[in-house]
């Protein structure tokens, strides 16, 4: 009985590890994407022109970006440049809060469905659709109430249409997959095209602001928005709002680890045969599984109209598909979502303040994105690497807990 | 003496186990020599080091008398040396030439396509030189177990293969389909071929080989002359102490019955009725065994009893009620255990931790999970309890179900099944893989849940284990109950051929299983459409 | 596989109808409702059903449909190749997208059409190499990987196209010109097929060759067995990684050169939004899928997704009063109710797992 004693020591070591292994593959995984992405700045940079005066220099060749002042920007530019005084909550900051609060709801919907073993591609769609119907009923609704008593009413009212039609939009692919076995990844980005042709018609046409050139909705008055607390909201930030995915955080980690049904959910994600066994029905955990994610979604939607818009538009930025990346990053862990959509909220906010302050594109974030989840993808690779970095203490490493295959040999 | 192939001193160590600790093996040309040993004891490790897929810690690997070192199976193909590995390594969507002749297909136009023609008479060829019976063009997944085992030997020999190891091979074999891989065998090393047969049975190393050699904790503790030994000595061999077999069981006191199935009717994901008419019941304090050779629908008997696959036709009745339409979750509300086959497909959530997985099935009882709301402490608690009860090693309830070895695995299971106060009891292998003292003490709480009136349904591949404790004893082949028949009063031999498929009413009983079986093996290339 | 080896075995007919069944039922429906539109229209000219039936006998939507199907037949070949070695490659979207832009700047710095169309499936390649090394190298997840191939795509070429030519379009290049195949191009509708742009024709050899080498070749069927049962083909001596890593980029050569093909016929890269490709590389892993992982089948199943994609262009030209929005959606929906009948496609045994060798 002592090998399989060993052994257990050895896994649990490694068990042990596997929390603080997954920070620290998602931090070198954003430390990496940040070198790819300055090399990617320099190599456009040489291939851009520019004046001598307004090339920077490094290793002796001209370029026309500085990888450093583009970084500069991105995240000190994005919480407002703490260290240079003046700080004002009103400033970039409150965008970067802005965009937090939608990812909190874009990446908690995709951490969701993630832990249930579905990959929800659909949160964009989901999102749209909430955001559509939120927009529409409460213009409708904002009729019948008005002023602080309206406020009270219409923005949880919002809020719930949001939760509600966005929830429905992914019972389908949740509905598909259950009962059709249609994979979801393909459903939900079919679903996320479907989402925007339908939205653009009803938005372009029966529902169009006939005051407006662009394609949107009538805009919402005041008080069916949500409403600023402390910051000034010149930038259409709500500490409601972020308060309430503050919240959403902690329900969503409650639910998962402190519920029966989150612990379906769970088990049906790594290991849908022992669910079975344990009594869990699979299919409808997958349908409510994706129904609360597009409910998530939904949310996302309803902030993004009555706190940023004030209407629906179309062309609705892709909060969605950050949600996968900033999910990804956070381990599809509720808690850790918290801090990777404040990171991504970071980079969404800054990528306007690159804009102003330099030439560079801002699809560069973009392709920041895609590289986080390439690498956060391979997390083999890091350990290659620390293996080969802590290789100089290899025989430590090996002799740590005694020798194995001495005491084995007994 | 010619020898064939001869292992030197072998040691393969993995990471905090020794599997295989200095084995010296010399196999002699044109024989079959059995490399014997329970479960775990180092065979397979040690015929993998000379197939080239591990290389060993220490010791030399010869070749017909020349040193090798092979650092992947390729080498050892090279060398002459086959592998029939047990879990077979074939391709399912291709055909039989296509996979006797995969890696090393012959070519026509400089190599830009395959001599089709060339490669099916080349296998025509080999099965007529050997006497094999094979359909060249048949997919492998419409083919029989049987079947699919001669392409594999065909696929080695293909290969110029002159030693052909074989992994467990009859594991998955009717009787009948022994008999004809062991006259296999004879026309193999009539014809110059050397065979090593890994196997933990010893019916099958006495009854095939000419020599056997047994390992226990990957050392080999001796060989000897399959002529000069018998059962008795080679078991002490394998298990070094006296094996008692015998379970100390008393007379049955039976009451109400628990559950019953009539006219099941069962069929898997391709349409194929695999379960086909059978009818039982199990009452209480009893044990009702079911027999049979793995594959002939025991699996999906009890899948569709515990309500995890759903019956084609039939109906199931548990505790009065017909039960046939509920779910999995309300049948274990209802107090049914079940101890799964595959313990890490199902049974454990291998990521989990041992409090998670103590939870599985419960999270919504009263106890566990009130409200939908999970009581962690009281969670912790109820695996300590297992835990302590069961013995399971490391005592730690924090570990994943992944680190613990099968044996402790499987005891956790059984420790989690048996504590919910269960009706009925379906147990599939409970003891697969545990080391012989837990085997004793599952056998024991069994035996204990069936004296405090609990209903048990056993399957197990086991012979001995069903025989010694069921109280009746069904046999299963092709689907359906065979006959059932007190096990008491019943030889292991004339279980054997009722696990054959021999139907216990004919009037020429050795014509009968002669026949239905021969049916079974010419019919088996089309076996997929008629089924 | 093969359709060839399902008619040398006249038994497992039967068995042949169950397992297509409703592939078999799709293309009976579609037939049928095309004929029906095509009588309809010969008895009510004058109606939306006699607009239906000159649309799609239109001469002009053939080759629309030819021309649209292009890209994604391409992808769907790669697409298969991938799979079918084991490796699920959802990126083919973002293989498309990458070399839909190198073709037409690489075209633009060098003048040369067919030079760009070479650059543009070389960067394909490339990106599908990064995919391969972190997929069979480092283990990484298949699908994220794939997700992030893509939205590196998506972020990469409108960056590029904005750094070098300052906005997310490119200028416009000269277009290859049609190939009319004399005599033959002047037949009625079906000589859409012989007057069209040479990656039409180039795509006819593709998906010939790629059926050649599944159902021919010693390499196709390591990469069938390589997705089936790695562990076969690995203890038959033949390196498992080194044929995922061939099928991978094989599969980034074809969706190169379908990207290529379709900016190179517009002679522009648009790069706004989801960019000219717009979902062409996951309609293409579900024409695949329809397909059975058989080029030709894939071909066939491209055709009726670009058919309608085409019907779309030309009815939107037509103005029969559905609103363009909606016109523009029915590709999507067609590929979801196909996928929901389909659903049960039989995907290679080992797609999508990691393969180790020497693993126990």
């Known amino acids: 009985m002592r090998v399989p004693d060993r052994i257990q020591t050895v896994l649990e070591r490694l068990v042990g590890a596997s929390a603080t292994e997954r920070i620290l593959i998602s931090t070198a995984a954003l430390v990496l994407s940040i070198l790819v992405g300055a090399v990617l700045v320099l190599v456009a940079g040489r291939m851009t022109t520019c004046t001598a005066s307004e090339a920077v220099y490094y290793f002796g060749t001209g370029f026309c970006y500085d990888p450093v002042v583009v970084f500069d920007r991105l995240f000190l530019g994005a919480l407002g440049d703490p260290f240079s005084g003046g700080w004002s909550p009103d400033g970039q900051f409150s965008v970067t809060l802005r965009e937090t609060t939608l990812l909190l709801f874009t990446g908690l919907s995709v951490a969701l469905a993630f832990r249930a073993g579905i990959f929800n591609i659909g949160t964009q769609g989901q999102m749209v659709v909430g955001g559509m119907a939120t927009a529409l009923l409460v213009l409708w609704a904002s009729s019948l109430v008005s002023g602080v008593v309206g406020t009270f009413l219409l923005v949880p009212f919002g809020v719930l249409v949001g939760a509600v039609f966005g929830g429905l939009y992914g019972a389908i692919p949740g509905l598909l997959k259950a009962y059709a076995d249609a994979n979801e990844v393909i459903t939900t980005i079919m679903l996320n095209f479907i989402a925007t042709g339908i939205t653009l018609y009803l938005v372009s046409g029966a529902f169009k602001d006939p005051n407006s050139a662009a394609n949107q909705t009538v805009p919402l008055p005041d008080y069916a928005q949500f409403p600023t607390v402390l910051f000034g909201g010149r930038q259409d930030f709500s500490l409601v709002a972020l308060a309430f995915g503050v919240v959403a955080v902690g329900a969503l980690y409650y639910l998962l680890e402190h519920t029966a049904f989150g612990y379906d959910v769970r088990t049906s994600g790594i290991q849908p045969d022992a669910a079975e066994y344990g009594g869990v029905d699979a299919a409808r955990t997958i349908v409510a599984s994706l129904t609360l994610s597009g409910a998530l979604g939904g949310v996302a939607g309803a902030m993004y109209v009555m706190m940023i818009l004030g209407s629906f538009q179309s062309g609705v930025p892709s909060y969605g598909f950050d949600g996968i990346t900033v999910s990804i990053l956070a381990g599809n862990n509720p808690l850790g979502v918290g801090f990777a959509a404040l990171l991504f909220g970071v980079l969404k906010s800054g990528t306007t303040v690159v804009q102003f302050a330099t030439d560079v594109p801002p699809q560069l974030v973009g392709v920041l994105r895609g590289l986080i989840i390439l690498f956060v993808a391979m997390p083999e690779f890091f350990r290659l690497v620390g293996k080969r970095v802590t290789d100089t203490g290899s025989k430590v490493v090996a002799t740590d807990g005694g020798t194995p295959g001495g005491e084995a040999d007994e | 003496m010619d020898t064939a192939v001869h292992l030197d001193g072998i040691t393969k160590r993995f990471p905090g186990v020794v599997a295989n600790d200095d084995v010296d093996l010399a196999v002699e040309r044109g024989t079959v020599h059995a490399l014997l040993g329970e479960n775990g004891a180092g065979k397979t490790t040690l015929m993998n080091v000379l197939y080239g897929l591990y290389e060993p810690t220490s010791g030399r690997v010869l070749v017909d008398g020349a040193e090798r070192r092979f650092d992947s199976p390729r080498d050892a193909i090279d060398a002459g040396i086959g592998m029939i590995h047990q879990h077979f390594m074939l391709v399912d969507p291709m055909t039989v030439t296509e996979n006797i002749t995969l890696g090393n297909e012959p070519t026509k136009w400089g190599g830009l396509a395959v001599d089709r023609a060339a490669a099916r008479d080349a296998v025509v060829d080999l099965s007529e030189r050997y006497g094999f019976d094979v359909d060249p063009d048949a997919r492998i997944e419409d083919v029989s177990v049987g079947e699919q085992q001669r392409v594999e030997i065909l696929k080695a020999l293909y290969r110029g293969a002159d030693v052909l190891i074989l992994d467990e091979p009859t594991a998955v074999l009717t009787p009948q389909e022994v008999e004809e891989l062991f006259e296999v065998l004879e026309e193999l090393t009539a014809q110059g071929k050397t065979i090593i047969f890994i196997t933990h049975k010893l019916g099958e190393a006495m009854r095939a080989a000419d020599e056997i050699t047994v390992l226990r904790d990957g050392r080999n503790v001796g060989t000897v002359e399959a002529d000069g030994t018998n059962r008795e000595d080679l078991a002490e061999l394998m298990v070094g102490r006296e094996v008692l077999l015998d379970v100390d069981r008393p007379p049955a006191e039976t009451g109400d019955v628990v559950a019953a199935a009539s006219n099941l009717a069962v069929e898997d994901d391709r349409g194929v009725r695999v379960v086909d008419d059978v009818s039982f019941d199990v009452r209480e304090g009893e044990v009702f065994g079911i027999a049979g050779v793995d594959g002939n629908g025991q699996s999906e008997l009890i899948e569709a009893l515990t309500g995890l696959t759903s019956p084609e036709a039939g109906r199931i009745e548990f505790l009065g009620e017909d039960i046939t339409g509920s779910s999995r979750r309300q049948r274990i509300e209802s107090g049914m255990a079940y101890i799964p086959q595959d313990r890490q497909e199902r049974g454990l959530v291998m990521n989990f931790d041992l409090v998670e997985n103590a939870l599985l099935g419960s999270q919504h009882s009263p106890e566990l999970g009130p409200n939908g709301r999970i009581d962690w402490p009281a969670t912790r608690d109820h695996a300590e309890s297992i835990i302590e009860e069961y013995d399971v090693r490391p005592p730690n309830p924090d570990s994943t179900s992944e680190s613990l070895s099968g044996g402790n695995q499987q005891k956790f299971i059984v420790g989690r099944e048996f504590s919910r106060e269960p009706e009925l009891v379906v147990a599939a292998h409970p003891t697969r893989g545990v080391d012989v003292g837990s085997i004793e003490f599952i056998h024991e709480r069994l035996l204990e849940l069936r004296k405090e009136g609990v209903a048990i349904v056993l399957i197990s591949s086991k012979l001995e284990e069903v025989q010694g404790l069921s109280d009746r004893l069904a046999v299963m082949y092709e689907g359906e109950f065979i006959d059932v028949v007190d096990p008491a009063g019943t030889t292991e031999e004339e279980l054997g051929l009722l696990m054959a498929g021999e139907r216990p009413d004919e009037d020429a009983p050795d014509q009968a299983g002669q026949s239905a079986a021969h049916t079974e093996s010419t019919d088996a290339p089309n076996g997929g459409e008629h089924a | ?360």
């Open chain 3, 1 to 360: 596989m093969s359709e060839a080896s399902e008619e040398t075995e006249p038994a497992s007919e039967t068995e042949f109808l169950e397992r297509y069944s409703m592939r078999v039922m799709t293309a009976g429906v579609t037939v049928a409702a095309v004929l029906a539109l095509l009588v309809g229209g010969w008895l009510f000219p004058d109606t939306i059903v006699g607009t239906f039936a000159d649309v799609i006998s239109s001469e002009n939507t053939l080759s629309a449909a030819l021309r649209l199907s292009v890209p994604i037949a391409f992808a769907a070949l790669g697409g298969i190749f991938s799979e079918k070695s084991g490796v699920i490659n959802i990126g083919l979207e973002g293989l498309l997208i990458i070399s839909a832009f190198t073709a037409i700047y690489v075209t633009e710095v060098t003048g040369g059409v067919w030079i760009g169309f070479g650059g543009g499936v070389l960067a394909s390649t490339l990106l599908a190499l990064l995919f391969a090394i972190v997929t069979i190298e480092f283990r990484a997840d298949q699908i994220i990987a794939g997700l992030a191939v893509w939205l590196i795509a998506l972020g990469l070429a409108p960056f590029a196209s904005q750094v070098i030519y300052g906005g997310p379009n490119t200028p416009t290049v000269p277009t290859p010109g049609a190939i009319s195949v004399p005599v033959l191009a002047d037949i009625p509708f079906f000589g859409a097929l012989f007057s069209a742009s040479p990656s039409v024709y180039l795509l006819f050899v593709a998906v010939g060759l790629s059926w050649y080498v599944f159902e021919r070749t010693t390499f196709g069927r390591w990469v069938r067995a390589s997705g089936e049962n790695p562990k076969a083909l690995d203890t038959a001596g033949v390196s498992v990684a080194r044929v995922r890593y061939a099928a991978v980029l094989l599969s980034g050569v074809l969706a190169g050169m379908g990207g290529s093909a379709l900016s190179l016929d517009l002679g522009q890269f648009t790069g706004n939004g989801p960019t000219m490709v717009n979902g062409k590389g996951f309609i293409a892993i579900v024409a695949y899928l329809f397909g059975n992982y058989n080029p030709i089948g894939a071909f066939l199943s491209t055709m009726l997704f670009a058919g309608l994609d085409a019907m779309q262009t030309v009815l939107q030209l037509q103005g029969i009063g559905i609103p363009r929005q909606l016109i523009r959606i029915t590709p999507f929906v067609v590929v979801i109710i196909v996928l929901a009948l389909v659903g049960r496609t039989r995907i290679p045994e080992a797609a999508g797992e990691h393969y180790e060798s020497g693993e126990e």
